[in-house]
Nanobody
Framework: QVQLVESGGGLVQAGGSLRLSCAAS????????MAWFRQAPGKEREFVAA????????YYETSVKGRFTISRDNAKKTVYLQMNSLKPEDTAAYYC??????????????????WGQGTQVTVSS
């Protein structure tokens, strides 16, 4: 069983930056494809970015491409989401997710077995 704990959220002005972290425990982290999703109030949870087991492949939702960067450190069992040029529409709870059974880059929430509790990101205009 894998446990995921996100951190790094907060309040930032538009144009600012934040780095989210997701620390894993249990399981074999280096074998898992990882992803970040987000959910704004009243909206469905949506895909943001994903990364394969060794960081060699990354995938992004169109609206964050060029502004967000997903990375991982398998020695630290941690996946990161560097968010630059933040916009008010990026305001949401951000969740990390892990999957050990499928190829990386899955965009459906139903294809991930493990989830963190979420961290709130609020971008003021």
């Amino acid at each position: 069983q894998v446990q995921l704990v996100e951190s790094g959220g907060g309040l930032v002005q538009a144009g600012g930056s934040l780095r989210l972290s997701c620390a894993a425990s249990g399981g074999t982290f280096s074998m898992y494809a990882m992803a970040w999703f987000r959910q704004a109030p009243g909206k469905e949870r949506e895909f943001v970015a994903a990364i394969n087991w060794n960081g060699g492949m990354t995938y992004y939702e169109t609206s964050v491409k060029g502004r967000f960067t997903i990375s991982r450190d398998n020695a630290k069992k941690t996946v990161y989401l560097q968010m630059n040029s933040l916009k008010p529409e990026d305001t949401a709870a951000y969740y990390c997710a892990g999957d050990g059974r499928r190829a990386a880059g899955q965009r459906s929430i139903t294809l991930y077995d493990y989830w963190g509790q979420g961290t709130q990101v609020t971008v003021s205009s």
